[in-house]
T-cell receptor, first 115, second 115 residues
Framework: NAGVMQNPRHLVRRRGQEARLRCSPM?????VYWYRQLPEEGLKFMVY????????ESGMPKERFSAEFPKEGPSILRIQQVVRGDSAAYFC?????????????FGPGTRLTVT | AQSVAQPEDQVNVAEGNPLTVKCTYS??????LFWYVQYPNRGLQFLLK??????LVKGSYGFEAEFNKSQTSFHLKKPSALVSDSALYFC?????????????FGGGTRLMVKP
């Protein structure tokens, strides 16, 4: 049973380019979360999605960042016009349901480096 | 607002000795508490959770945690540490009364187990 999958594992972008990060949840999971982790820091919540719906985007920067989870295919975190401060590890997690006591299972992360 | 504090950036312990990694939390509703472990360049792995019931929760790899409502704490413990337990540990909380399911993480504690 495959876990949460993320690709690419490492992504290098020049300032001003776009970064697209992909996440496939665990089989049977329909709830997806994105987190950002700066070096030696904890994870910061960015956005919570279900299929075709954004449930909570309170942690997303207002500009340049967007996320989707289409009916078919992986969830995508998109960062437009990247800046050096966007360099971080981005983790995706999924859960069986969005309410109750369900734990989240994390992918291996995408490490974004902006040069 | 909910928050998690992990007061120790690093905990050092000798192999075979008991270990404790501290966590305190603040949440307005019922606390759902989680511990995750992160190995270098990897995603977070779920260790254990407290939702309700017994205050002592047992999890993976011999870890356990004790929920203390009066002290708003959820310390992670293990009777006998292994060198392979060396990793970054994160405590997380969410408000069980909030359907939004946003997890808030502490800043992490690095556990170093020396032979």
């Amino acid at each position: 049973n495959a876990g949460v999958m993320q690709n690419p594992r490492h992504l290098v972008r020049r300032r001003g380019q776009e970064a697209r990060l992909r996440c496939s949840p665990m089989k049977g999971h329909s709830h997806v979360y994105w987190y950002r982790q700066l070096p030696e820091e904890g994870l910061k919540f960015m956005v919570y999605l279900q299929k075709e719906n954004i449930i909570d985007e309170s942690g997303m920067p207002k500009e340049r960042f967007s996320a989707e989870f289409p009916k078919e295919g992986p969830s995508i975190l998109r960062i437009q016009q990247v800046v050096r401060g966007d360099s971080a590890a981005y983790f995706c997690a999924s859960s069986l349901a969005g309410q109750g006591s369900y734990e989240q299972y994390f992918g291996p992360g995408t490490r974004l480096t902006v040069t | 607002a909910q928050s998690v504090a992990q007061p120790e950036d690093q905990v050092n312990v000798a192999e075979g000795n008991p270990l404790t990694v501290k966590c305190t939390y603040s949440v307005s509703g019922n606390p759902y508490l989680f511990w995750y472990v992160q190995y270098p360049n990897r995603g977070l792995q779920f260790l254990l959770k407290y939702i309700t019931g017994d205050n002592l929760v047992k999890g993976s790899y011999g870890f356990e945690a004790e929920f203390n409502k009066s002290q708003t704490s959820f310390h992670l413990k293990k009777p006998s540490a292994l060198v392979s337990d060396s990793a970054l540990y994160f405590c997380a909380v969410r408000d069980g009364n909030n359907a939004g399911n946003m997890l808030t993480f502490g800043g992490g504690t690095r556990l170093m187990v020396k032979p």
